[in-house]
């Protein structure tokens, strides 16, 4: 008997189908197409200079040119945590925080301390793709619970109480969203966080677009609106968004003690510390001032209204309006089925690949996020390209 060269475990982890559509995207660019791509979650800005300029110092400094503490450099632990009350009203301590190899690690050792092989995870979709992986990575069970348009993409209590059985562990809190860019209200934030509470559940809160909502949204965080749940809150957030500090792999992990100290032993074994220049780089970030910060979010408003009027000018196509971070998430359900000259796509799969190929516009569909019929438009690049990318998208689906 030939024993399989990968294990079973990693053998099911799926590729990230929206970095996969990135790289596909930027091959045919290599190759000399005019591709334009929606895909990964990417702001188009590059760092602020205050920020690399810290970078540049903490290289020439012979401290971090050493190993330092696998939990974090306790200055960026303690920005950290004065960040998190400034923004968001919550106070914790340092020895409450593990800074992480970007949020998605954060996400992972948030499941893998929490998690024992069967306990249940209700995750609302659509949903990031990395959620599933890791809560299986960590011997999880996902329990979907599926929101749509009609609703903005939001889960209400009676939604999530249906899915609950005696094995939920978790709820995966996510506002502003990525995928839809739905923003939870503060009443409707409370509303489940007493829900959480009232069956004593762990709530994981994936806060990393706070700084990312428009027009009357506003973030509010469930650790602070519902200081009920106590020490059963796991915040993860970071700076790749806020800040355009996607590359610098820098996010974070808040938690009661005890589980900042278990992840913190898992993370000391499998990358020991982030590396320090980023982590300085970090620092300068969360310390400064939110101008910056200001003043990309005005762009993305400004994308973020024109792509969804574009989008909703293209009949058979629904999109609502996203309150938060920077993604549209419009339903394609009537196109598929229709002759595209002379091929009936069936699935948003199959029409974001006939895209592609002919409209040469990357798109993520909807199968990525746990909800077919639908495709993930990032609004994160320029002005011109957002316009020329969704007019073509708009000229090829008017053949139909």
């Known amino acids: 008997m030939t024993r399989p060269r990968i294990s079973a475990r990693i053998s099911a982890i799926s590729e990230s189908a929206t970095l996969a559509v990135d790289a596909k995207a930027k091959a045919m660019k290599a190759a000399g197409r005019p591709v334009i791509g929606f895909g990964a979650g990417e702001p188009d800005f590059p760092t602020p200079d205050y920020i690399v300029e810290a970078a540049v110092e903490a290289c020439r400094n012979p401290r971090f040119h050493k190993y330092t503490p696998a939990g974090g450099l306790p200055e960026l632990k303690q920005a950290v945590a004065d960040k998190t009350l400034r923004d968001s009203g919550y106070q914790v301590d340092a020895a409450q925080i593990l800074i992480t190899n970007g949020g998605k690690q954060a996400v992972y050792e948030a499941f893998a301390a929490l998690l024992d092989p069967g306990d249940e995870v209700l995750v609302v979709a659509p949903y990031w793709t990395t959620y599933p992986e890791a809560i299986k990575l960590a011997g999880g069970v996902q329990v979907d619970v599926v929101t749509d348009e009609t609703t903005g993409y939001l889960a209400s209590v009676e939604q999530l109480e249906a899915a609950r059985t005696e094995r939920t562990k978790v709820l995966l809190f996510v506002s502003p969203s990525n ?48 200081p009920e749940l106590g020490d059963k809150v796991v915040v993860l957030n970071g700076v790749a968004k806020t800040y355009a500090m996607t590359g610098w792999r820098v996010g974070w992990l808040i938690g009661p003690k005890d589980v900042v100290k278990a992840a913190t032993n898992l993370q000391s ?30 762009a993305f408003d400004r994308r973020r209204q024109t792509m969804v009027r574009m989008l909703n000018e293209i009949p058979g196509v629904f999109c609502p309006e996203p309150k938060g971070a920077f993604y ?3 339903s394609v359900k009537e196109l598929l089925g229709r002759d595209f000259g002379g091929r009936r796509p069936g699935t948003s799969a199959e029409l974001a690949e006939l895209i592609l190929e002919e409209a040469e516009v990357a798109l993520v569909p909807g199968e990525a996020f746990g909800t077919p019929g639908y495709f993930r438009l990032s609004y994160a690049l320029g002005d011109d390209d957002l316009v020329e990318g969704v007019g073509r998208v708009a000229k090829f689906l008017s053949q139909s």
């Open 179 to 226: 995928p839809t860019g739905a923003v939870y209200t503060p009443e409707q934030v409370e509303e489940i966080g007493r829900w959480a509470a009232e069956h004593d559940l762990w709530v994981v809160t994936d806060e990393i677009y706070e700084h990312l909502t428009y027009g009357d949204a506003t973030f509010a965080s469930i650790a602070t609106v519902v």
């Open 269 to 298: 074994h499998a990358t020991s510390n982030v590396s320090n220049v980023a982590q300085i780089a970090a620092l300068a970030a969360v310390s400064g001032d939110l101008s910056a910060v200001a003043k990309m979010r005005e």
């Open 328 to 330: 549209a998430y419009p």
